[in-house]
Structure formats: structure tokens, C-alpha cells
């Protein structure tokens, strides 16, 4: 009974499908924008709840050019060892522009077995940019509710690099130097993790969950444009709540932080080849 009723579940992995998709995009009366449908969505489908950390979502395009003449194997090795795709014939030399972006679901989010969060949203691609592609990318991150929880203040926690009382959003203060650079624009969510064991909270020092949401700044190096972003999450539990002293992955498993990330893409000239079909 204790294998069936309790450990069984305990060790059971959260089954969480994850994905990105575009619609059928339409052209404007102009013929000179592309307004493409996106949905991203993630269904529990297991047996054990979940509480949302945080989730991301972005459309960047990247333009590029045509290549007559394929990249030989030296360019391969490089763009996939790096960890990028690799396109023989296209030249992708000019920098990437982020299109739109955003949160799928509220941080702090419970989602139960059979529930679902989706977002729909519909991007403008300007066809002045010429030949490229559009990437859909998305981000979740959610701990299991059968080992802990969240503060019921962790929605309601968020806290912001800049001043939003001011005109011009001036910076006031930086991320840690290993999650974002100085200067960096960023809002944060954070909350102490109670474990369901009342006697561990008691015990044992508490732990913190953050999410970040990092606006980047462009500088020499960066694969946008200057006066660009592409803003990316990062998430973590750590042993303050200022996130100085993150914890590994083994001393996180116990509370079963996982990540999910998910990404598609489409040539624009496709895009637009399904827009004027009947």
C-alpha cells in the first residue's frame, strides 16, 4: 500500500506537452505586412499538479540572404557545434528583430491533471525586411505541487529593474553579474518554497524560487540588432532570496523544478505563400 499510495507517485515524472505552432497568416490590404497567427500551449497530463515559476514566449526574424553556393563542411562544424542549425544555401547576415513577445500564462499558475494554459497571438511581419525566417520559441518552468508550494504572494511579488514612475524607466539596479549583464533591464518574481513536510519547513532552512525575465541591452557580440532585444527567462531556486547561492540540480530534484522549451520556424516567402492561397 505505502509503494502503491505514496512512493509510486512521489517518483512518477509530471507529463507536461509542451508546444508552438502558426496559423494561416493573412496579408494586410497593402500587401506589405503579414499578420501571423501563433499559439503556444502546455497540458497536464499526468497525475500530479503542478505550480507555474514562470513562462516566455517570442517571435524573432531573422533575415538572411540567398547562398548560390553552399557553405562547405568547416561552416557546418562550427554552426553545429555551436548548437545552431545549419542552412548550406542561406546567408543569414544581418542581425535578428524581435517581432513580439510575452508571458503565456501568470507566474504563480496552478495547473491541475486534464487542465491546459494556451496563448494565441498575432504577429505583424513587415515584408520590407525581404528573405528570412520567423521563429516562435517558448519557455516553461513549474514545480511539482505534490512536494511543495509557492507563497500565495509569489503572483503578486514582481519587482522591476527600472522606475516605472519615470518618464524614461530609468535603470536603478542590476541582475547578478552570472544571469545578465550591467544594465540589463529585468522584473523578478521570487517566493519562499514550502515543502510539504511541515517538520522539513521546520528543520530545515528555507529555499527561494526566482524567475527572471531579462530584457537584454545590445552590445558587440549580440545576435540582434543595436537598439534591439531578445528577451530570454531564467529560473532557479536558491538558498536567499536575492539568489547569491543557487543550488545545483541535485540539491533542486527534490522539489521537482523542471523546464520545458519548445521552438518552431518558417521561412517568410512560406508564410506568405499561405497567406495568398484561397
Avoid at 8 to 27: D, H, I, N, R
Avoid at 41 to 61: D, H, L, Y
Avoid at 75 to 83: K, N, S, V
Avoid at 91 to 110: E, H, K, N, V, Y
Amino acid at each position: 500500500m505505502a509503494y502503491s499510495a505514496m512512493y509510486t507517485p512521489y517518483v512518477a515524472p509530471p507529463e507536461v506537452p509542451f508546444m508552438a505552432s502558426f496559423g494561416k497568416p493573412a496579408l494586410n490590404a497593402a500587401r506589405t505586412t503579414l499578420y501571423v497567427p501563433a499559439h503556444f500551449t502546455f497540458r497536464n497530463e499526468g497525475t500530479i499538479s503542478i505550480f507555474v515559476i514562470g513562462t516566455r514566449w517570442s517571435a524573432t526574424i531573422w533575415p538572411s540572404t540567398f547562398r548560390e553556393k553552399g557553405t562547405g563542411p568547416a561552416r557546418w562544424r562550427d554552426e553545429l557545434g555551436d548548437g545552431w542549425d545549419t542552412y548550406r544555401h542561406e546567408d543569414f547576415d544581418r542581425p535578428a528583430r524581435m517581432l513580439a513577445a510575452g508571458q503565456i500564462t501568470s507566474a504563480g499558475s496552478r495547473l491541475d491533471p486534464g487542465d491546459d494554459f494556451s496563448k494565441d497571438a498575432v504577429i505583424e511581419v513587415p515584408l520590407n525586411s525581404g528573405q528570412g525566417r520567423v521563429q516562435l520559441s517558448a519557455d516553461i518552468s513549474f514545480i511539482r505541487a505534490d512536494r511543495c508550494k509557492l507563497a500565495n504572494s509569489y503572483p503578486q511579488s514582481i519587482e522591476y529593474s527600472w522606475d516605472v514612475d519615470s518618464a524614461g524607466r530609468k535603470h536603478l539596479w542590476d541582475a547578478p553579474r552570472w544571469l545578465a549583464n550591467p544594465g540589463d533591464d529585468f522584473f523578478r518574481y521570487r517566493s519562499r518554497i514550502y515543502r510539504s513536510s511541515a517538520i522539513m519547513n521546520m528543520t530545515q532552512a528555507p529555499d527561494w524560487a526566482a524567475m527572471w525575465w531579462v530584457i537584454p541591452k545590445w552590445h558587440e557580440g549580440k545576435l540582434f540588432a543595436p537598439g534591439d532585444t531578445v528577451p530570454y527567462m531564467q529560473v532557479h531556486i536558491a538558498r536567499d532570496p536575492d539568489s547569491r547561492e543557487v543550488l545545483n540540480e541535485d540539491e533542486q530534484e527534490p522539489y521537482g523544478m523542471k523546464t520545458r522549451s519548445t521552438a518552431v520556424d518558417q521561412p517568410v516567402d512560406l508564410l506568405r505563400q499561405a497567406a495568398e492561397r484561397p
